[in-house]
């Protein structure tokens, strides 16, 4: 199953390649322009498939995405899915406080991590210990906070808050937070040196 | 001539600032004050580049957030609207070709934008207030981080640049539609209706089309213009509010954790910046290529009417996308999340590619052209969004928003090609196209320099980005210290990137100051000789 890496990895291959198409692209542009040529514009029939072609990409990329990439239809239906566990937390003061530490997860079991925030708005995020991003939500002081989620490789993660809540905030880790164990497989970049997750 | 002798008189004669307009000196006095500020914000950016890179002994961790507060504000209202206003105070006139509808009024918006810029980075400045652009609530608040006296500082600054901001939309709104003095009566209600867009939405139904009563680049400015001002009612009242809480503290009535919701808070603050952000950048950005696709082949736009349609449609499309700044709320509803956040935000893809499309095959219904300063930045800016625009499409999404949110790539790929090679390239296209026609005639120093600056401001746009969304997909945070040198390479080949955008803004700033020459730069500042409200003077009319 996808997990950040691959998507992420998907979307340098794909964002870079189209970057190269477009400067490419304004760059033929630049030296023909220059150069005589035929006064008549393109036909509407090309501006119109431009235009079609264009909705496609915009709206395609969420079909796509609601597909392939696993969070998303968990995301959207976390609602009426089974939570196996939950996991609490609270942000105060700066400081991510646990209600269990570390927390081990079940290999491939709908978690969820619920967070409260009793005085600014902070950002839950996992990292791995490469620090590459896992996942994430925003903090908001008030509103509900939850985060379902499925691991499928085993890990030793940290969370840090991924908002801004003032300077005293720009550092907020929990070390070492969330184990996952049970999978076939190792997460490479989230293995404590040494020793499995 | 001596070297000190140009940089006094300037180029060929340099700018002779008694043969101005007022209204051509207000339009200079917006632009070199402008770009005084876009040189501030280059500067804070450097600075903050080097901190990622190593923290700086003289900058402490509260100080580098009070930077990162104020550069963004410096580098939009300080600069970008100052520049946009200059320019569209002229244009507005000279497209419409009848006088500016006040003077005095220009003149007041300029001093209180630049003015309020001034006091709101002083706010960073002295008093190290840092609750960053955003004002989540209830951060701007915190009087445990900030001092209230600095909260109120920002405050006032802010409320200058708003007050400004309105003068510049009732001049431009009343410049449309008065009739001015001797004139016969003008269509007020349908000048109105063709600014907005109004008679030609109405067109679609119509079998006898009615003619288009404003050129399409002031049709841009006018749907622009009312986000800009309807933004400005959402800045005032978030303003107002902080100001109350401030108050509030330094009379000693706690009123933390009162009154606000702080998700609401953010669903309205969110929906009046993307009035900005989705709004009036991307229309007033469509307006500006398409004026100067039509200067620079001297052709009509192509699908003209298309064109029109598709800036009524980001007009409201800006109105209705403002979810996607809170795909990863929880307590956002999902269908918010889904209709506002993703699929209207994917029109922002269509709107602008037809800028971009239509702007391209005018230019090239019009070859061979000459590869001018004016055609190569205009080239630039639509480069720049055609980079930035389908970023920021792949972070409105669910999937993607979860992993790259608050990553150096929003701030990066997104924010900083859009404005640094999007828009500003757009803008030094559209400054290199007005300097003749607002300093009547005056020369440019040195062409090499311009290329210099094209090149320099390109590549390290571009580049800077590109390093800043490689970060950002490995996981760097924006708005984070990471003290262990952790995306060192990225930072430090950033760095060298900014650099390079730093040093094409001297070179330009340099090649514009040997053309105008240091008289020419202070005669802008003095009171006018010819005393008229028309564009130009009148022997240029004829
Ligand atoms: C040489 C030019 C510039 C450089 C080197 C630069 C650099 C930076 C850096 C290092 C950050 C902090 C990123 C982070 O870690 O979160 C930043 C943030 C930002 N910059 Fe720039 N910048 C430049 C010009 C501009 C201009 C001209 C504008 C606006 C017109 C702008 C708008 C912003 C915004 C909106 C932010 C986000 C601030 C926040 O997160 O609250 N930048 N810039």
């Known amino acids: ?197 | 001539m001596s070297f000190m002798q140009k940089l006094m008189e300037g180029h060929e004669g340099g700018l002779r600032h008694e043969t101005m307009t007022p209204l051509q000196k207000i339009a200079m006095r917006f632009v070199v004050i402008g770009l005084l500020y876009y040189g501030l914000a280059s500067l804070e950016g450097m600075l903050m580049r080097a901190w990622e890179i190593k923290p700086l002994p003289f900058i402490d961790e509260t100080h580098f957030f009070s930077i990162m507060t104020v550069h963004p504000m410096v580098g939009i209202f300080g600069s970008s609207y100052m520049i946009v206003f200059g320019a569209f105070l002229f244009l507005v006139s000279y497209l419409m070709k009848k006088p500016i509808y006040s003077i005095k009024m220009a003149n007041l918006s300029w001093m209180t934008i630049a003015g309020g810029t001034l006091i709101m980075w002083l706010a960073g400045f002295l008093f190290s207030y840092a609750p960053l652009y955003t004002l989540y609530w209830p951060l701007p608040v915190d009087m445990e981080q900030f001092s209230a006296i600095g909260g109120i500082v920002y405050i006032v600054g802010v409320v200058g640049i708003m007050i400004g901001t309105f003068l510049f939309t009732y001049n431009v709104f009343k410049t449309i539609l008065y009739t001015p003095e001797g004139w016969e009566k003008q269509p007020s209600g349908d000048l109105l209706k063709s600014a907005l867009g109004l008679e030609g939405l109405l067109n679609f139904f119509r079998r006898e089309k009615k003619e288009h009563l404003v050129p399409l680049p002031i049709a841009a400015i006018s749907r622009g213009t009312i986000d800009m001002g309807l933004n400005a009612i959402v800045i005032s009242s978030a303003g107002v509010l902080i100001l109350i809480y401030m108050v509030g503290t330094v009379f000693g009535a706690e009123l933390k954790g009162t009154w606000v919701d702080a998700l609401l808070y953010k669903n309205i603050f969110w929906w009046g910046l993307d009035l900005i952000a989705d709004g009036l950048v991307l229309i007033f950005v469509a307006g500006t290529w398409y004026l100067l696709a039509m200067i620079i082949s001297g052709k009509d736009l192509f699908m003209q009417n298309i064109a029109r349609a598709a800036l009524f449609v980001e007009m409201v499309v800006s109105w209705t996308v403002w979810s996607h700044h809170l795909m990863s709320d929880q307590g956002q509803s999902n269908t918010l999340k889904v209709l506002s956040g993703e699929v209207v935000t994917a029109f922002e893809l269509v709107t602008q590619g037809i800028a971009v499309f239509i702007t391209l095959v005018t230019l090239y219904r019009a070859r061979p052209l000459k590869m001018t300063n004016e055609l190569k930045f205009l080239l630039g800016g639509i480069l720049g969004f055609m980079l930035a625009v389908p970023a920021g499409i792949i972070q409105a999404d669910l999937g993607m928003n979860r992993i790259l949110h608050n990553t150096q790539w929003v701030i990066g790929t997104h924010v900083h090609v859009a404005i640094l090679v999007g828009l500003t390239m757009t803008l030094y296209s559209a400054i290199y196209t007005l300097f003749p026609i607002l300093t009547n005639g005056a020369k440019l120093y040195s062409q090499k320099l311009a290329d210099i600056h094209f090149w320099l401001h390109l590549i390290g746009g571009i580049g800077m980005g590109a390093f800043m969304g490689m970060a950002g997909m490995d996981g760097m945070l924006r708005r984070a210290i990471y003290t262990n040198g952790e995306y060192n390479t990225y930072m430090i080949l950033a760095g060298i990137c900014g650099m390079m955008i730093m040093v094409a803004f001297v070179i330009f700033l340099y090649n514009i100051i040997m053309s105008i020459g240091i008289k020419g730069l202070i005669g802008i500042y003095k009171p006018a000789v010819i005393d008229t409200r028309e564009p130009l003077p009148a022997e240029k009319e004829s």
């Open chain 1, 1 to 197: 199953m996808a997990d950040s890496i691959d998507v992420l990895f998907t979307l340098k291959v794909v964002y870079t390649i189209y970057v190269i198409i477009a400067i490419s692209l304004i760059g033929w542009f630049a030296t023909r322009v220059t150069r005589a040529g035929s006064a008549k514009g393109p036909k509407p029939a090309i501006f119109y498939t431009y235009i079609g072609v264009l909705v496609v990409l915009g709206t395609g990329l969420h079909f796509l995405t609601y597909n392939l990439v696993p969070w998303v239809p968990i995301d959207l239906n976390r609602d009426k899915l089974e939570t196996h566990k939950m996991y609490h937390y609270t942000f105060k003061d700066h400081k991510i406080i646990p209600k269990e530490h570390p927390v081990y997860v079940e290999c491939g079991k709908k978690v969820v991590f619920d967070v409260v925030s009793e005085d600014l708005t902070y950002g839950f995020g996992i990292f791995r210990q490469n620090n590459s991003m896992v996942t994430q939500m925003q903090v908001v002081p008030g509103s509900r906070n939850d985060l379902m989620w499925e691991f499928h490789k085993n890990g030793t993660y940290y969370i840090r808050s991924t908002e801004y809540s003032g300077p005293k905030g720009a550092q907020m880790i929990l070390e070492d937070a969330i184990v996952v164990r049970g999978c076939d497989e190792d997460d490479h970049h989230a293995m404590k040196e040494g020793g499995r997750g």
